[in-house]
């Protein structure tokens, strides 16, 4: 069974600085494909950036690309997200997700394990 468990969320200002971390167990990720979501109040999940574990090929969206970076530690069973200069309309509960495949995707629906979220909030 897998566990995705995020950490890392909080308070900060526009401009600053936040490292989101999911930890993974339950399975051998080197198949698996993770990514991140997230989800503001009235608003539709979103995709935000992938990784495919074993290759660690990545995917961003447009709004986050060149602001955010995905990574894994494979000894950690780790994957991050790095968000650099931060902004008010990047607040929003962010989740951690495992799909059971390579092929990489941005529909959260095709995701088969999910974190409980982290909530990330940017002042202006």
């Known amino acids: 069974q897998v566990q995705l468990v995020e950490s890392g969320g909080g308070l900060v200002q526009a401009g600053g600085s936040l490292r989101l971390s999911c930890a993974a167990s339950?399975?051998?990720?080197?198949?698996?494909?993770m990514g991140w979501f997230r989800q503001a109040p009235g608003k539709e999940r979103e995709f935000v950036a992938a990784i495919r574990w074993g290759a660690g090929s990545t995917y961003y969206a447009d709004t986050v690309k060149g602001r955010f970076t995905i990574s894994r530690d494979n000894a950690k069973n780790t994957v991050y997200l790095q968000m650099n200069s931060l902004r008010p309309e990047d607040t929003a509960v962010y989740y951690c997700a495992a799909k059971r495949t390579v092929l990489l995707n941005t529909q959260h629906t095709t995701y088969d394990d999910w974190g409980q979220g982290t909530q990330v909030t940017v002042s202006s």
């Open positions: 339950g399975r051998t990720f080197s198949s698996y494909t």
